[in-house]
Each structure stands twice: as C-alpha cells, then as structure tokens.
C-alpha cells in the first residue's frame, strides 16, 4: 500500500484550521504543522511534504517569503504551494500566484473545498487521491549556509525580475525572510559580490541579451533595465563592456549576418 500523501499545514492560528485537520485527516492525509514562516522552511526541507497549505500573514516570516525561499531551494522547489489565507485583495492573490503558489484559497473556507482542491494539484504532481508517489526521505536539517544560498537565490530571482523598479535593501531582505545584515554577509559569501554588485551586473547582462536579440531602441532598453536616463546607461555599460551600447549592438549584428 502506498504511503499517505503528507500535508504540511503552515500558519500561526491552526487552533482557525481543527475542522480541516480532523477533515483531512479522516481521509488519510498525513499532517504536520508549523506556526511561522521560519519554522514552515525548516519542515518542509527536513520532511519533504508531498504539498504545502501556508498563511500569508505570519511571525518572523510571512507567507511570501517563505514560499520564494521554498522555490529557490532545489529540494523543494518542485513541492505545490497553496496560499490559505484571510488576505482576499487581487493584489495579494497575484502575488501568491506570480511568486509560485498553485493555487489561493480566502479564508474563511470549507474544508470540503480544500480537499478537493488538495486531490487536485496532488493529482497534477504525480499523487493519486490522498497517496502515490511519496517515498520516504532522509530527514535534512537546513543548516545556516543552506539558508543563506537559498535567500540569496530567492532575492537574485526578484531582483532580476525588478531590475526597472529594485526594492531597498531592507525592503528585499523582507521579501525573502532575512535581515538587512544577514543577506549582504550572505551575498558576500555566496557569490562573492554584494547585492548592488549582483543588481548592477544583471542589469548589464539583460541590457547586453537585450541589444543583440531584441529591437528595441536603446532607450526603451535602458528604461527596461533601470536606468535615468539613456545617457546614464551607455556610459555605465561602456564601462562594464569597454563599448558602446550602439557598437555591441553593431558588432552583435555583423556575427549574426555571418
């Protein structure tokens, strides 16, 4: 007989959650339960959950965080996330889905509704009903280096998905569950580079895929990537490159014609 399929419950209040607990439970779910966003990360990569139902609003981390940090982790990236929360704004919908939860649920809920829709995206990854596919894993502590590469992983994702419009440094440090302090140690340590180095780079790196496989007018570009000005941009890719935006576009174009 396979195992039961292991839901992984975290929010702060599951005293709001019995019904659904004792609910799925009656089907032969396996639940564990976390009570904050840190304590959701250390579970999820010592137990491997087959899917996770998180809060948004929680201590120490919220449910945002805590679901970048989980897809910027290889062992649990590929884990389905469900946002199960009282925060029912489109604004915050979009971004539990955008960020990589499968789905988003308002409370308050019926627990008939998130079993069905537990059946469903464990259906899509691979489980049958309230089983297949679980194997049992060695249990693995995150140790702090594991958390600081999974932190840096997740800000490196937002930020190049930000590069026109990057949060703070406080503000990024939130938005992957880690201190001002702890994520620049962690930049320095994990990509030997600080978070504006990381910023600064990337920025280039878009601008340059940019000019050799888009059209786009070097102004939209540098709009794209974040800079002032057009003339604020060629002159910090001509020093990161040694040319001009216009002759590596050049240059970009005679390899392509050859």
Known sequence: MPKPAHVLIVDDNPDQLRLLVESLRAQA????????????????????????????????????????????NPRTMRIPLIFLTAMSDLENRLTGL?????????????????????RIHLRLAGHEHAAAGYA????????????????????????????????????????????????????????????????RDERMRTAQRLLSETSLTIAAISQEVGFSSPANFSTAFLEHTGVSPSAYRASAENEDSQ
């Open 136 to 199: 049992d894993a060695a249990v693995t502590h995150a140790t702090r280096e594991d958390k600081d590469a999974t932190q840096v992983q997740a800000a490196k994702h937002y930020l190049a998905g930000h590069l026109a419009d990057p949060p703070t440094l406080s503000e990024l440090a939130e938005l992957v569950g880690s201190s001002p302090k702890r994520l620049m140690r962690a930049f320095r340590e994990v990509e030997d580079n600080t978070v504006f180095g990381f910023l």
């Open 29 to 72: 779910y396996r639940i564990s339960v976390a009570f904050d966003g840190v304590q959701g990360y250390d579970r999820a990569v010592a137990q491997q959950p087959d899917i996770i139902l998180l809060d948004v609003q929680m201590p120490k981390m919220d449910g945002f965080a805590l679901c970048r940090q989980l897809k910027a």
């Open 98 to 118: 955008d960020e990589g939860g499968v789905d988003y649920i308002i409370k308050p809920f019926s627990p008939e509704e998130v079993a069905a829709r537990l």
